[in-house]
């Protein structure tokens, strides 16, 4: 591959040391371009080009189905992964009567508080220094949850799981698999075909590139029923177009749950930062993102900072955890602005977060900074 050459598609590298993609990624410029065609088709032609508009909605379950490797009928794009979670808690509730779910404490929240903002119970799973044993993990997986939630990979340690594993358990016991894929779509790959689960969420912004925004929604055919939404509004039904008022005679597809007018130009931006992956090839995203990462985390352990991201071949992706014995988080953050390096602190630790398109200079840029600030 020519990172090279790729490297000049994403605008964001070529100022600064971005390495803040697992809170929104930099973007391509396709796909940047495509968001300023449709705003301006839609600013001079607004209703002229309804048709259009939707259009592109049905266009966008078939990337994205087959993205997931699903059928087109059980996906949809919402705004976020709180919003999808929120349904899939809705559609747990009268699915099963059971009223605890087994997540690990280290989850983002929008994996979590929709679940207990409908009366589920959280049996959380310890984690030693923010690190999941997943043997633990899945032996902990009993008849007597009412599902199990699950980051393919972890927003603040960057530990990906073993979701095929994970998946066979719940089978075995028949116990739904729910999973937030916010953390990895775009860089790395899941085949829901293969992953058997009762629902998937994945906001878009992070490591697909597509602006911020939109969330993709996957619920197995075999458990959604339309009239079990928590929600419904006027595109939820077969003929939103008879305009009527009366029993809402709701589609059989995922997309029931989509509610009405949605942001196109952030859909149209998603079709494209999919074709994006898909031109480049998943396994060389991910092969590139573990190369460069790998660099990053050799180069750290010879300074002076605890390094918290686990690096089993198996579990480690482009984001570094880390923090400095003494020194502040917060007070690094500010201090490798001043060099035009940017990294994230999450809750108390720093993140780095490494894409494809990131290069060697990038790594040496950012081990620069935090060397001359330590020392
Ligand atoms: C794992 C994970 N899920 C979800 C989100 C975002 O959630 P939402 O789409 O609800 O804003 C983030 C980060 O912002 C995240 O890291």
Not at 279 to 288: K, M
Request: include cysteine.
């Amino acid at each position: 591959m020519n990172w090279k050459e790729i490297r000049q598609n994403f605008p964001i590298t070529q100022d600064k040391t971005y390495l803040m993609n697992a809170s929104i990624a930099g973007q391509h410029k396709s796909v940047i371009e495509e968001g300023q065609k449709w705003l301006n088709d839609i600013s001079l032609h607004a209703a002229l080009l309804e048709e259009r508009y939707f259009e592109l909605v049905v266009q966008s379950h078939d990337t994205v189905s087959a993205f997931l490797n699903v059928p087109r009928e059980s996906v949809t794009i919402t705004a976020n992964t709180g919003h999808n979670m929120g349904i899939l808690a809705s559609l747990l509730k009268k699915y099963s009567s059971k009223r605890k779910v087994l997540a690990s404490k280290v989850e983002f929240p929008s994996s979590l508080l929709p679940y207990l903002h409908q009366g589920f119970e959280i049996d959380e799973v310890e984690t030693k220094k923010d690190i999941i044993d997943f043997e633990e993990f899945i032996g902990k997986i009993n008849k007597e949850h009412a599902a199990v939630i699950i980051s393919h990979v972890q927003f603040q340690s960057g530990q990906r799981a073993p979701l095929l594993e994970i998946s066979k358990k719940c089978q075995e016991l028949d116990v739904p698999l729910i999973i937030n894929g916010t953390q990895s779509i775009g860089a790395f790959d899941l085949d829901l075909s293969k992953v058997k689960c009762f629902g998937y969420s994945a906001s878009t912004h992070k490591w697909l590139g597509a602006g911020l925004g939109c969330a993709v929604l996957y619920i197995n055919p075999e458990n959604f029923k339309a009239s079990d939404l928590p929600f419904v509004g006027w595109t939820s039904v077969k003929e939103p177009w008879l305009l009527l008022n009366n029993d809402p005679d709701l589609r059989e597809e995922v997309n029931a749950a989509q509610t009405g007018t949605l942001p196109f130009v952030m859909i149209a931006m998603l079709v494209q930062a999919m074709k994006v992956v898909n031109q480049v090839g998943i396994e060389n995203i991910s092969a590139r993102i573990i190369e460069l990462s790998d660099l990053l985390h050799s180069k750290l352990k010879e300074l002076d900072f605890d390094i918290i991201s686990n690096r089993d071949e198996d579990q480690k992706t482009g984001i570094i955890n880390f923090q400095h014995p003494t020194m502040c988080s917060e007070l690094i953050v500010e201090k490798l602005k001043e060099e035009n390096v940017y990294i994230n602190k999450r809750r108390t630790s720093l993140r780095a977060s490494i894409h494809y398109f990131n290069n060697e200079e990038d790594i040496d840029a950012l081990i620069k900074a935090l060397n001359q600030l330590i020392n």
